[in-house]
């Protein structure tokens, strides 16, 4: 695993909240199931409370075809 410094954690800690705030300020307008789908992966990985939010918007976007 990588070791940082504590200002480069804090740094990439601070980025990485950067990054889940961005997300999840679009998710809502988000309308491709692909674009939904990576961000839903992106804001699990970041342990996002969004992640279930996000997660719902996929599920309600599934398509099925011959019951599956």
Not at 1 to 28: H, P, Y
Request: avoid cysteine.
């Amino acid at each position: 695993m990588f070791q940082f410094d504590s200002d480069a954690e804090q740094k990439l800690n601070k980025a990485i909240e950067k990054g889940t705030d961005f997300l999840k300020d679009r998710l809502s307008t988000m309308e491709s199931e692909y674009d939904i789908a990576i961000t839903t992966y992106a804001l699990s990985l970041a342990k996002s409370a969004a992640a279930k939010d996000a997660w719902k918007i996929l599920k309600s976007k599934a398509k099925s075809q011959g019951g599956i």
